[in-house]
């Protein structure tokens, strides 16, 4: 019984080291867009072909990269 509790620890600390973010700010992003962060998880992941929501995340990226380097701050994704 002790080795199995061992075990399930240990497997549920190795299983947080793999999570990592696929779309970093996808919350504020779907947010500017005014959808939801489900919606815009599952056309970025390519499982919905939006197009229109498509144009409009390329445009806001766009956007935020060009006020990224006018101002200097941050990464562009």
């Known amino acids: ?6 075990t399930m620890q240990y ?17 504020a992003d779907a947010r500017t867009l005014g959808v939801h962060r489900n919606s815009l998880y599952k ?6 072909k939006l197009k229109t929501l498509r144009s409009r995340y390329d ?9 990224g380097k ?3 701050k941050g990464e562009v994704r």
Do not use: N, V, Y
């Open 70 to 72: 006018a101002t200097g």
């Open 43 to 48: 056309m970025l992941a390519g499982i919905w």
């Open 59 to 67: 445009a806001l990226k766009r956007e935020q990269a060009s006020q």
């Open 11 to 27: 497997a549920s600390k190795q299983s947080r080291a793999k999570r990592r973010w696929r779309f970093r700010g996808i919350c």
């Open 1 to 6: 019984m002790t080795i199995m509790l061992l």
